[in-house]
T-cell receptor, first 114, second 108 residues
């Protein structure tokens, strides 16, 4: 299994540009989520999905959109990039939302918005 | 006050030392996770526990539900243990709350 994969690893955007961060998992996990990690702060949940066709907002959803058309893929879209979105983004998946299941993390995408 | 607090924030030790990282939380939880983030950035899950103690190699994790406290211990520490260790709790509403992490540096 490849586990959780993310592309790209690095990206530089200008303010106002849009882009999509890709996330895929091959473990047939129901639950997928996007986090951002900023210096001095813990991981913060952006959006999550408990299954194909179902998404919901996390702690910091503004400026981001998600969709979940398949079990495998959970792309994160930045609609109009802002410098405040400079961060490291992690996608994660687990077997289920409820209960105590281990989360598997992707390698991260380092995004810089100038 | 953060719902998940880790201490210390930074820790530098000599190779071979016994390491303890602490995590305290203020909410009811169903599980607690210890994660490791290497300098390259990848995050891996070390332990998931809801009671008692778990051991994997030189790593030991304990949790005291009554005291809302968990510890991660590393025995015979090695430079390759240098990483950020993150405590995360799954709260009663299934929300996952992360600590800010403890940066560990083991000197050879």
């Amino acid at each position: 299994n490849a586990g959780v994969t993310q592309t790209p690893k690095f990206q530089v955007l200008k303010t106002g540009q849009s882009m999509t961060l890709q996330c895929a998992q091959d473990m047939n996990h129901e639950y997928m989520s996007w986090y951002r990690q900023d210096p001095g702060m813990g991981l913060r949940l952006i959006h999550y999905s408990v299954g194909a066709g179902i998404t919901d907002q996390g702690e910091v959803p503004n400026g981001y959109n998600v969709s979940r058309s398949t079990t495998e893929d959970f792309p994160l879209r930045l609609l109009s990039a802002a410098p405040s979105q400079t961060s490291v983004y992690f996608c994660a998946s687990s077997y289920s939302w409820g209960g105590s299941y281990e989360q598997y993390f992707g390698p991260g995408t380092r995004l810089t918005v100038t | 006050k953060n719902e998940v607090e880790q201490s210390p924030q930074n820790l530098t030790a000599q190779e071979g030392e016994f390491i303890t990282i602490n995590c305290s939380y203020s909410v009811g939880i169903s599980a607690l996770h210890w994660l490791q983030q290497h300098p390259g950035g990848g995050i891996v899950s070390l332990f998931m526990l809801s009671s008692g103690k778990k051991k994997h190699g030189r790593l030991i994790a304990t949790i005291n539900i009554q005291e809302k406290h968990s510890s991660l211990h590393i025995t015979a520490s090695h430079p390759r243990d240098s990483a950020v260790y993150i405590c995360a709790v799954r709260a009663g509403d299934d929300k996952i709350i992360f600590g800010k992490g403890t940066r560990l540096h083991i000197l050879p």
